[in-house]
């Protein structure tokens, strides 16, 4: 077969359009909110643009029963944090922190009893908060937020920020705690799932319907399908039902959780 010039210069015209057209963009240009993808320039350029608030994901590494992935909570939490910065328009997102406190080492308790948990010691979580915050004052930053998938360490949270805003007073930089986010997610979300007929027996309070259906909206692939069943907390980890979740479900706690959280930050904000 013979080739034919004219054809195949405009077949190779077309396809590098279409290479162009779907080749990631440089990231001078791309509409990123996540620290861990800009170069310190872009970072400079998006303080003077006005993006003065930076938001501290926080997760953990714990156990969440046969069904579901350990690094549910920084999955999680980087997902949302993206939204809400999206929504906010003025804030990026700092890379998340995945080593909390889990509970006691040896002899472990808590989610400590199953594999690949990990917990550090208060102390070093808390250094690890207050160094991240310090270090995006000094950049400029105005508006620190702290928000925490996991209940455990939510105290520890407020603390930090409570230190730091009496430390840098009267700095117009303040770190925000901000409890809406895990109340929405938890409490909120809770609400939700009972109007919709589930018992508090099966949205549980860990790796249970709830947990697991904000999970399958963010991640699906997260969460082993073939092993959302019920257990004994002791031999599982879980403390609910899990069959009862969907990402439908999930859906409604995720878009709650969003809403809330962008609302309580533009308060805290207007407030400092």
């Known amino acids: 077969m013979g080739f034919n010039f004219s054809n195949d210069r405009r077949v190779s015209a077309v396809l590098l359009v279409l290479a162009l057209a779907l080749a990631p963009a440089s990231r001078a240009g791309a509409a990123t909110v996540q620290l861990d993808d800009m170069t310190w320039t872009e970072v400079r350029e998006a303080l003077r643009a006005g993006s003065t608030t930076i938001i501290i994901p926080v997760g953990g590494t714990e156990q969440s029963g046969p069904h579901m992935a350990l690094g549910k909570h920084n999955v999680r939490v980087v997902a949302l944090a993206d939204r809400i910065a999206g929504q906010l328009g003025n804030a990026l ?15 472990p ?8 948990t990990i917990s550090v010691p208060e102390d070093a979580f808390a250094a690890i908060l207050t160094g991240a915050a ?9 508006d620190i937020v702290l928000i925490g998938d996991h209940g455990g360490y939510q105290g520890q949270l407020q603390q930090v920020a409570q230190r730091l805003n009496r430390e840098w007073a009267p700095s117009r930089a303040r770190v925000h705690f901000v409890a809406a986010y895990y109340r929405a997610a938890s409490d909120g979300f809770n609400q939700v799932l009972r109007s919709r007929g589930l018992t508090d027996a099966q949205i549980g309070v860990h790796g249970g319907a709830a947990d697991t259906s904000l999970m399958l909206a963010v991640d699906p692939t997260r969460v082993r399908s073939d092993r959302m069943q019920p257990g004994a907390e002791a031999a599982t980890g879980i403390v609910g039902d899990p069959s009862r979740a ?20 533009r308060q805290a904000v207007r407030q400092r």
């Open 246 to 265: 969907s990402a439908a479900l999930g859906k409604i706690g995720i878009d709650m959780t969003v809403e809330q959280t962008v609302e309580a930050i």
């Open 93 to 107: 997102v700092a890379p998340v922190i995945s080593y909390v406190p889990e509970g006691r080492v040896s002899p």
């Open 109 to 116: 308790s808590g989610h400590m009893r199953f594999p690949g």
């Open 134 to 142: 310090r270090s995006f004052r000094q950049h400029g930053f105005l």
